[in-house]
């Protein structure tokens, strides 16, 4: 089964990170429950809607960095780590 | 902000859907992630290979990334001409629908019919019912003088298959708004009537707000089913002529079972996923917002 998915201790660890965040929040909102609040979204948000909305942020940074050209890879994780911390922080 | 506590012992109800959905949706998606990143030879022969497939995929200038984005920019441009016509069509039709009477239920199962029409069964009528020698809508619009030919003019091909998913889907707009219609309670129009308002303004202050959310949801049905549209080309044009009408579901098949290139082919499917992903998280969070506006 793992030969047939062609796992790679790379993708191996960026799923287990997910996982990893996913049970975080379960965890959080069994133990600390939340209101959703407004921010600069102009919708409520919970946590999971601003995780899920810097997953998907820094899938786009990532793709509009290859498409103009950009360099190193560490660049687009900077700024996707910059936006997420945003999106935690106002969203 | 929260009205009624919520019973977190629902969630155990939907493991059973959970369970389905990791087998069918979310170990594929990983398989292709790990496709993505690694250059396969032979069979299960893999090769890790970083992030050249997506860079070649994103670049315009490579043959690749060319194909791409010729597609996705095709596969927008339908889906937009197929919600612009549907979508007004749909509603116009719903209004025209006789609202009580024996008429009802005949119209809305004749409204119905073509949505009971598999994809492929739609592809081959019309690929028979287009064609010039034997076909009524061919050799009618031939007679009359249209420079019109399916699998050498790109206009032809194109109004074709924007046709095709108008006659096959419209219907699904018009059951949908004929529903969000009926929903409205008569004091509306008792009121707009009272105050002299031409059908006009009851249309654009009492019937289109009313539709909003039925119209969300059709929006949001039609564009996920022509985005991802395959089997119509497929049967009708094969993707041609030239590339005309190959969409983006068309290129990934050739990529992916014709050229057996599965690293370029899943990066090009994790793209496209992104952006339907997207697409549905906005419509998801519009429909969310109406309801909650609706609520208060």
């Known amino acids: 089964m ?3 998915m062609a796992w790679t201790w790379e993708t191996a660890a960026f799923f287990g990170l997910i996982a990893a965040a996913l049970m975080i929040l379960t965890l959080l909102a069994i133990y600390r429950p939340e209101t959703p609040r407004r921010g600069i979204l102009r919708f409520p948000t919970t946590r999971g809607d601003r995780f899920f909305v810097t997953l998907l942020g820094s899938a786009f940074i990532y793709i509009i960095w290859m498409r103009f050209g950009g360099g190193d890879l560490w660049y687009p994780l900077a700024i996707s780590i910059a936006f997420g911390i945003a999106m935690f922080r106002f969203a | 902000m929260m009205d009624k506590p919520w019973n977190n012992k629902a969630w155990f109800f939907i493991l059973p859907v959970l369970a389905l959905v990791l087998f069918s949706s979310v170990l594929p998606v990983m398989t292709v992630v790990n496709y993505s990143l690694q250059d396969s030879m032979g069979v299960n022969n893999f090769f890790w290979n970083g992030d050249a497939w997506f860079r070649d995929l994103l670049d315009p200038s490579t043959e690749i990334g060319a194909r791409f984005a010729d597609a996705l920019l095709r596969t927008f441009a339908f889906s937009f001409a197929a919600l612009a016509v549907e979508i007004p069509l749909g509603i116009a039709v719903a209004l025209c629908l006789p609202r009580r009477g024996w008429a009802v239920g005949i119209s809305l199962v004749v409204t119905a019919l073509p949505m009971l029409i598999p994809w492929n069964v739609v592809g081959t009528m019309w690929q028979i019912f287009a064609r010039q020698d034997i076909g009524l809508f061919g050799a009618a619009l031939t007679g009359i ?4 030919n399916v699998t050498q003019d790109s206009v032809s091909a194109w109004v074709t298959i924007v046709v095709i998913d108008v006659w096959h889907w419209t219907p699904l707009v018009i059951l949908l ?3 969000g219609l009926r929903a409205i309670p008569d004091a509306y129009y008792q009121a707009a009537r009272i105050d002299g308002a031409s059908r006009w303004a009851v249309f654009v202050n009492i019937e289109l707000p009313k539709l909003r959310k039925v119209l969300v949801i059709a929006v949001l049905l039609r564009f996920m089913q022509t985005f991802m549209i395959y089997t119509e080309p497929v049967v009708v044009t094969g993707g041609g ?5 190959t969409f983006l579901s068309i290129d990934l098949v050739k990529i992916a079972i014709g050229q057996v290139d599965v690293g370029s082919a899943a990066a090009m499917s994790l793209v496209y996923y992104i952006i339907i ?3 549905c998280w906005i419509f ?4 969310t917002q109406l309801e909650r506006r609706g609520d208060s």
């Open chain 2, 284 to 287: 998801f969070t519009i429909m």
């Open chain 2, 145 to 148: 003088g249209l420079p019109y």
């Open chain 2, 177 to 179: 708004s004929y529903a």
């Open chain 1, 2 to 4: 793992l030969a047939w």
């Open chain 2, 241 to 245: 002529p030239g590339s005309a009408t």
């Open chain 2, 277 to 279: 992903l997207t697409a």
